[in-house]
C-alpha cells in the first residue's frame, strides 16, 4: 500500500541527520573523494535527492550490504537495494541417472 499522497516521503529523523552531517563535511572538504559510508537499519527511509552520490551500508537483517545512490534511485526505499532473501535455485527433477 502507498503512502498517502498529501504526506511528504518518510525519512528517519536519525538517517537525515547523518547525511546533513555527511553533506556538510563534504562542503568543507571540496576536491576529496568521499569515503564516508552511513550505516543504517532504516529500509523504510524514500531515498532523496541529497542522498545521490552517498554510500550507504543497508542492514538486510543478517548483514550491512553496500548502496551507491544514485539519480535513478530517487523516490525509491533503501530496503529495496538490499533483499533479505537469497535465491538458491528451484527444485530440479531427482531423476537417477541408470547406466
Do not use: Q
Not at 498517502?4 to 571540496?30: G, I, M, Q, Y
Not at 568521499?34 to 527511509?45: E, L
Not at 539519480?71 to 531427482?94: A, C, V, W, Y
Request: aromatic share 10%; net charge positive.
Amino acid at each position: 500500500m502507498s503512502r498517502s499522497a498529501w504526506k511528504p516521503p518518510f525519512c528517519h529523523p536519525n538517517l537525515f541527520n547523518k547525511v546533513s552531517k555527511v553533506v556538510r563535511e563534504l562542503l568543507d572538504r571540496v576536491g576529496e573523494r568521499n569515503n564516508s559510508i552511513i550505516k543504517t537499519h532504516s529500509r523504510r527511509s524514500t531515498i532523496l535527492p541529497n542522498f545521490v552520490g552517498l554510500w550507504f551500508n543497508v542492514y538486510n537483517g543478517k548483514k550491512y550490504i553496500p548502496v551507491l545512490i544514485d539519480s535513478n534511485m530517487i523516490g525509491h526505499k533503501l530496503g529495496e537495494f538490499s533483499p533479505t532473501r537469497t535465491f538458491k535455485g528451484h527444485s530440479g527433477d531427482k531423476k537417477v541417472i541408470k547406466k
